[in-house]
């Protein structure tokens, strides 16, 4: 049987268009079942609509607490047979429920090489802005687990990019996103097929 991945996300959707593409393309054994967002007006709302992928708006701020809402988010990737959870440049943090029931089976996609320059708070231009800080000759693209403290969870696969002389946070941002949409879609297809396990 094929899996079914939902992928939640909250920016512009480079990732979240080549997962899809790489299930029709069938790099990717997999069937995208859905796209959960938490805020509306943004970039992969719109490749959702062109790609016809159905999209959920779960917003924190349309429920009364964090745990209905993080009830909402397990009860639409019930609905949607999630067999994976797929983060694809998602902001909002993971509730325990959501957790709970998809122990495991729960996977992010980080533009460094974790444990260097993760974390709260370290996400878009601010991590490339920060390994440039610090003078790395080379970062990279973490695929990892995701459990209830940011980007700690285990690391699943890395893939090497190099820094440039003369690199910007942006010229960085885009060769890393530019290998980054390549790499996740194989590595979620040696997840599902058994080639990486999680335990
Ligand atoms: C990616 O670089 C991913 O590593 C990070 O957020 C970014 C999302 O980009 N978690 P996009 O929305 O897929 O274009």
């Known amino acids: ?12 959707g480079s990732n979240f ?44 701020k349309g429920f009364a607490s ?17 067999d994976w959870v797929v983060l694809a440049g998602y902001l909002a943090l993971v509730g325990p429920q959501v957790l709970t ?10 533009p460094a090489l ?7 708070g370290m996400y878009g ?6 390994v440039l800080a610090a003078g790395e000759r080379e970062t990279g693209i973490t695929v990892h687990l995701i459990d209830e403290v940011y980007d700690r969870g285990a690391i699943l696969a890395q893939e090497r990019v190099a820094v440039l002389p003369g690199d910007t946070p942006e010229l960085l941002a885009a060769r890393v996103k ?12 040696d997840l599902i097929t058994g080639r990486i396990t999680t335990g």
Not at 1 to 12: E, P, R
């Open 178 to 189: 530019t290998q980054e949409t390549a790499f996740y879609p194989k590595v979620l297809n």
């Open 114 to 120: 974790l444990p260097k320059f993760g974390g709260a």
């Open 101 to 110: 029931a998809y122990q495991h089976r729960i996977v992010n996609s980080h």
């Open 125 to 130: 231009d601010r991590v490339h802005a920060a």
């Open 17 to 60: 268009e080549a997962i899809v593409r790489a299930s029709r393309s069938g790099l990717l054994q997999a069937e995208v079942s859905g796209l959960i967002v938490n805020r509306g007006g943004i970039g992969v709302l719109e490749r959702a609509e062109r790609l016809k992928v159905p999209v959920a708006i779960i917003s924190p």
């Open 66 to 82: 964090r745990e209905e809402w993080d009830a909402a988010m397990v009860a639409r990737l019930r609905t949607w047979s999630a």
């Open 1 to 12: 049987m094929t899996s079914k991945l939902v992928i939640c996300a909250s920016g512009d």
